[in-house]
């Protein structure tokens, strides 16, 4: 087994945390030892690398996973979108020290992540975002919050406008939970639809708004009104 991934027996004294991507051993045992001093977290395992995330928390079962997202690689978000999906009941809050990078945020966001923190945080803001997710709601650091709220608000241009208007109604729909923050898969489930259907849908429809990544669609379908009632 890879040495950096360590097994914790739970005490039962709070919420059961994993912490998952941190590959600098001493960072995450800083972490871990900050968290653990509060006496409502309970560290149930820990890993550097993300290839072995999934097993371990289908194992252990904790309530949120504390995800490293700094290492450029597909892998993180690969592994956000894999426990969402495997692990239904554990919620991500992904810690950073990229707050200001738009494209992270929304693809974070895009994936399921529920939870954004910097990782100059303090404890006290990590453990609130820890029980935000918990109880179903989102917790966003100011930064990130700050640089949402400016993507969200600029307007489209009348020329947006008429891309928008080029689509479908099946790519309306689609593109309507796509703005939720939903993967092929589920939009799949949700429209009783192929995966390979939903595959070409959404390649057509970045084709007609201009876009090239998912993040970018999301920003500008929910500059349009989509994805804003559930």
């Known amino acids: 087994m890879d040495p950096s991934v360590i097994h914790r027996a739970p005490d039962h004294r709070g919420l059961r945390v994993a912490l998952v991507g941190e590959r600098h051993f001493r960072l995450r045992a800083d972490l871990h030892a900050a968290l653990g001093l509060e006496g409502c977290i309970d560290i149930v395992v820990e890993t550097g690398a993300y290839e072995h995330a999934l097993p371990l928390v289908k194992a252990s079962t904790p309530d949120v996973v504390l995800m490293d997202l700094d290492w450029a690689s597909p892998s993180v978000l690969e592994t956000c979108g894999a426990l ?115 595959r070409n849908n959404v390649s057509a429809i970045f084709g007609k708004i201009g876009v090239n990544q998912r993040a970018q669609a999301v920003v500008r379908a929910r500059q349009a009104g989509f994805g804003l009632t559930y």
Do not use: W
Not at 110 to 116: K, M
Not at 165 to 185: F, P, Q
């Open 84 to 198: 969402i999906r495997d692990a239904p009941t554990t919620r991500i809050v992904a810690m950073t020290q990229r707050c200001d990078d738009e494209g992270q945020l929304l693809t974070a966001l895009s994936a399921g992540v529920r939870g954004y923190v910097s990782k100059s945080a303090g404890v006290a803001e990590v453990i609130g975002a820890i029980n935000a997710v918990t109880t179903g709601a989102m917790f966003i650091c100011q930064g990130a919050a700050l640089l949402l709220n400016g993507l969200l608000s600029a307007p489209l241009r009348p020329a947006e406008h008429e891309l928008l208007s080029t689509l479908t109604r099946r790519e309306r729909e689609i593109l309507d939970l796509v703005a939720r923050g939903y993967d092929n898969r589920r939009i799949a489930r949700a429209l009783t639809l192929a995966d390979k259907t939903v």
